[in-house]
């Protein structure tokens, strides 16, 4: 177990929770650093590095509000020339009809871009500003605020589903994991990047490295991880793509 995780001050505004390990359920961890008081650990079975203890659902759902979703909106022209990268990579392999759902959608600039490549486009994000953002100003009817396991879609519905920079965020993993599982069509594909903490440009001093960062990462995925909690849902990593950012970018489909 933890043992010199801070405790929390009376005076405090956060609230804090201990979880297991949500790849493993191992609750044995190594303390590394810690970083803004909030402590970064590593499995020891697994070896997933986490924030744990960390702030409680709750205030880390807050820490995604109207300045953060705006700062995004503002770049837009930059960021839909990206999402249609991303976007044209999946359709040259996978095809281009069906359901494409964006997972933490923002103002929908994934959802633009599935659109223009002859997908339906979906989106969904937990900040509210951003949805009627895309709403309004992009024309997008079909984004929905809340978290995914919210919206009861049909059981196969999706063709695509994108996650980009996302599982990092969301606190509970396999709640997520299995809604994506139960919504992923058969011959679908699930495409993720999230940062790669196994990645050799990552410095040996993790605290240094850019994508430390208390109360929005919460976790810190390499591929053999990110592979463990997806076969715990029936799913499977089909392809690696080489990256010299330290980013893992996998296309994932059903293994069962």
């Known amino acids: 177990m933890i043992s010199d995780a801070p405790a929390p001050l009376e005076n405090s505004a956060k609230h804090w929770e201990m979880i297991s390990c949500p ?15 909030e402590p970064f650990v590593r499995c020891e079975s697994c070896m997933l590095v986490l924030i744990n203890p960390r702030p409680a659902h709750n205030q880390v759902l807050h820490t995604y509000d109207h300045d953060y979703s705006e700062h995004y ?14 976007v044209n990579r999946v359709r040259k392999r996978y095809g281009q009809d069906g359901r ?42 079909n984004l929905r605020c809340g978290t995914l396991e919210e919206q009861h879609y049909p059981d196969h ?19 997520l994991v299995a809604e ?14 999230t940062p790669d903490i196994g990645h050799w440009r990552v410095p040996r001093s993790l605290e240094n490295w850019g994508e430390i960062k208390p109360s929005e990462h919460l976790y810190y995925f390499n591929r ?10 029936g799913l499977e990593i089909v392809k690696k793509r080489f990256n010299t950012k330290p980013a893992l970018r996998v296309y994932v489909q059903h293994s069962n």
């Open 224 to 233: 053999r991880t990110l592979s463990r909690l997806l076969q715990k849902h």
């Open 23 to 37: 790849v493993c359920g191992s609750e044995s961890f190594t303390p590394l650093f810690q970083k803004q008081n």
């Open 100 to 141: 494409w759902l964006d997972i933490g959608c923002s103002v929908g600039f994934v959802v633009m871009a599935a659109g223009e490549a002859g997908f339906e486009g979906h989106g969904i994000d937990v900040e509210s500003w951003g949805i009627e953002y895309g709403r309004k100003n992009f024309h997008l009817q």
């Open 157 to 175: 519905y999706f063709k695509v589903i994108s996650l980009y920079d996302v599982i990092e965020h969301v606190p509970d993993l396999n709640t």
């Open 180 to 193: 994506i599982k139960r919504i992923l069509a058969p011959g679908g594909v699930i495409d993720i990047i």
């Open 73 to 86: 909106a503002i770049k837009g022209e930059k960021k839909l020339r990206r999402c249609r990268r991303w």
